[in-house]
């Protein structure tokens, strides 16, 4: 058995000292890390298991998933910026769930490098805006649409990324029984 996630850094919890943007990037990279520990020690065929059976999610979908989340916010909806490949051309009306779908048949090192590559996409704007620089795309808030702060998109991303981690650690326990955080 390969593991597809060799050398997973290991997570350490934001220190209560840090000032609002560690914080944020704190929590959003130990949630990070949570999805790829879910998938250390696992083969490509469990990676591509939908192992609930009301649910054809999967670990792998997962991955491409949160990918594609983390760079729709900070490149298209904050920047402004057309998505990079492989999202850019897929049509998303015809095909809601592309990365879902697709996921089980894309090597799944790959899938780990192209959410580890999303993060440093969006780390790096992240690293040069303000926590209250707004958004270029207006996003639906309630009932409104308005441009959202990157704090708020920050914060965002830590609840749809821990969101998903729940989905993770029951897909886990539904594939070999591992457990825990």
């Not at 799944?108 to 805006?129: G, H, M, N, Q, T």
Request: with cysteine; charged share 30%.
């Amino acid at each position: 058995m390969t593991d597809l996630v060799p050398n997973a850094p290991e997570r350490t919890d934001p220190r209560p000292e840090w000032g609002e943007r560690d914080m944020l990037l704190g929590f959003l990279r130990w949630h990070r890390l949570t999805l790829l520990h879910k998938c250390q020690g696992l083969t490509a065929g469990q990676l591509r298991t939908a192992a609930v059976p009301t649910s054809s999610l999967t670990l792998a979908g997962l991955l491409k998933h949160l990918a594609l989340v983390e760079e729709s916010w900070l490149v298209e909806r904050f920047r402004g910026q057309p998505l990079p490949e492989p999202w850019a051309t897929v049509d998303w009306e015809a095909d809601p769930d592309w990365e879902f779908r697709t996921a089980r048949d894309d090597d799944p090192a790959r899938l780990v490098a192209r959410y580890r590559e999303a993060w440093d996409r969006v780390d790096a704007i992240v690293a040069v805006s303000d926590l209250d620089t707004r958004s270029v795309a207006q996003v639906r808030v309630d009932d409104r649409r308005e441009p959202v702060s990157l704090r708020w998109i920050l914060c965002h991303l830590i609840e749809e990324t821990a969101r998903h981690n729940g989905h993770a650690d029951l897909l886990r326990e539904a594939i070999d029984g591992a457990v825990g955080e």
